[in-house]
């Protein structure tokens, strides 16, 4: 396939049960990031129209909520099945929109019809207390669903992402409206199309792009919205913890990492680079928990740098839909800037660039970059680079890793590649992080949580602790 596969996304906004497209709305572009022309139009959400959705989700709720677990269970399987016959289409928009391989785009619809699959059963195991009481009486502990959820989802993992807040939203039986990135309409209209036609009715999950602020402002100021789910930026979780505050709506919030590595003169290190690397440029280091600072032990400092720089600039970049592509482009131009002064910053105070460390050609390409020496007040050592870059610099002892490892206000993935067992433990209990991976950076999966501390944000998503997030705990105590 080259990058003239076909853009034959349907962008439309889905609100109680009916796809709205242009009809007089304002459109933004939307840019293939591999050529960086335009591709397509995108309408927008009016007032009227999240009004519309308000009211729709108001009246939804009840209705989905009364269902049984296993009748929402059922659709939610067949939502599944759509989106996994329906896979190399989705794909393929993910790829032309978002830039990242073809290969890595279909793994990423196939685990979100694996999340719906999950949570159809999770949802079935929703679980509350009888407490024992003087006969004739009793206490008990219910759950019950939260309500309407306001659901935004960022660009980098664009199905994934807004899956993890729709699938246990419903499966706790609360009604969503979902904002998706307006960067990647194609993928994620196709999976509300699979929801649609699974026969999820229209009031419990719907779909609008539109002016973020605008839209957020919209849904949070409204007390028909009970619940907030965020993933993006730490700097707009905040923004919008403060909204959510004026209603007190609950609030789930995946924000940014800035994830240390831990590299002990213990490890394997060919086997270990090999994997840090391939690992570092996954979706070009647009990752939340990517791979970003690492600190390796004096000792195999100079031979982990040298090895590191070898591997990086052996990375394939390019389009996305050639299958020997390793790196696609960056999802957005703007990262571009901000990479190059992170550079510039982090070399003027004494960082080497070891590979890479400037635009590609053409689309929105940035190469590969490795920096060695990176100084601790270096703007990008505190500031989440969020593109292929990877920040190298030695430490001594173990005590002296954890320190640097958890100086920073965000605490979201952390990892160490270590055989020392004794290690692993005082890692796994020191590191101030909300995931840890230890010779690995497989640190999501349906059944367990995903979720940070600190400034990375509070609340799981995945596992049990994801569908906790949409109930509500109610004590009813019977005498
Ligand atoms: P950004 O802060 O402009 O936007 C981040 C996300 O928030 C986007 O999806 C955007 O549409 C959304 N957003 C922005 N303003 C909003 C508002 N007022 N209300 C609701 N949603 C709003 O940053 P960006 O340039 O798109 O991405 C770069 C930064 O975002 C990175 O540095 C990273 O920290 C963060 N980010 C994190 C994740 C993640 O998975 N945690 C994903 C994407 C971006």
Redesign the pocket.
């Known amino acids: 396939m080259t990058d003239t596969a076909t853009y034959d996304a349907d962008l439309q906004l889905f609100i109680a049960g009916e796809w709205r497209g242009g009809e007089g709305r304002e459109a933004r572009p939307v840019f293939n990031p591999a050529t960086a022309d335009t591709i397509a139009e995108l309408p927008v959400a009016t007032a009227a129209d999240l009004d519309e959705a308000l009211a729709a989700a108001e009246r939804g709720w009840p209705l989905w909520r009364a269902k049984s677990f296993d009748e929402r269970a059922a659709l939610m399987h067949k939502a599944a099945g759509l989106i996994r016959e329906r896979a190399d289409h989705i794909a393929t928009l993910l790829t032309l929109e978002q830039g990242k391989p073809l290969a890595e785009a279909r793994g990423e619809v196939l685990s979100a019809a694996g999340l719906f699959d999950y949570f159809a059963e999770q949802g079935k195991r929703i679980e509350g207390r009888v407490l024992q009481r003087p006969a004739g009486q009793r206490a008990m502990v219910l759950k019950q669903p939260v309500g309407p959820v306001a659901a935004?989802?960022?660009?980098?993992?664009p199905v994934n992402?807004m899956v993890k807040k729709i699938a246990p939203a419903l499966a706790a039986g609360c009604v969503v409206i979902a904002?998706a990135?307006?960067e990647t309409p194609g993928c994620t209209s196709a999976i509300m199309r699979c929801i649609a036609d699974a026969g999820i009715p229209g009031d419990a999950a719907q779909l609008v792009y539109g002016d973020?602020?605008m839209?957020?402002r919209h849904l949070l100021g409204s007390p028909v919205i009970r619940k907030v789910s965020?993933?993006?930026?730490?700097?707009?979780g905040k923004?919008?913890m403060k909204l959510a505050a004026d209603n007190v709506q609950r609030i789930t919030m995946?924000?940014?990492?800035h994830a240390p590595v831990l590299i002990f003169d213990d490890c394997d290190l060919d086997a270990t680079l090999d994997r840090v690397v391939a690992q570092k440029f996954r979706n070009a280091g647009?990752?939340?928990v990517s791979p970003t600072r690492f600190y390796v032990q004096q000792g195999i400092y100079d031979a982990f740098v040298k090895g590191f720089a070898e591997r990086t600039a052996k990375v394939r970049v390019g389009s996305g839909l050639d299958a020997n592509t390793q790196m696609g482009p960056l999802a957005?131009e703007?990262?571009i800037p901000a990479l190059e002064a992170m550079i510039a910053d982090a070399t003027a105070k004494g960082a080497r660039v070891v590979a890479g460390g400037g635009r590609g050609e053409g689309g929105y390409f940035f190469q590969p970059t490795a920096l060695a020496d990176v100084p601790l007040d270096a703007d990008a050592m505190n500031h989440?680079p969020?593109g292929p870059m990877a920040l190298i610099r030695p430490f001594a002892t173990e005590e002296d890793a954890l320190e640097q490892a958890n100086r920073l206000p965000y605490g979201l993935a952390a990892f160490a590649f270590t055989e020392n067992g004794r290690r692993i433990n005082r890692i796994a209990d020191g590191i101030e992080s909300g995931m840890v991976g230890i010779n690995s950076f497989v640190i999501s999966s349906h059944d367990m949580p995903f979720g940070g501390i600190k400034q990375s944000g509070f609340g799981s998503e995945s596992g049990p602790e994801g569908l906790d997030g949409y109930l509500v705990t109610k004590a009813v105590h019977i005498y």
């Open positions: 935004f989802s960022p660009w980098n993992f992402l904002k990135p307006e973020p602020d839209i957020s965020f993933t993006g930026s730490t700097a707009v923004h919008l995946e924000l940014g990492g647009q990752v939340c957005n703007r990262r989440e969020f």
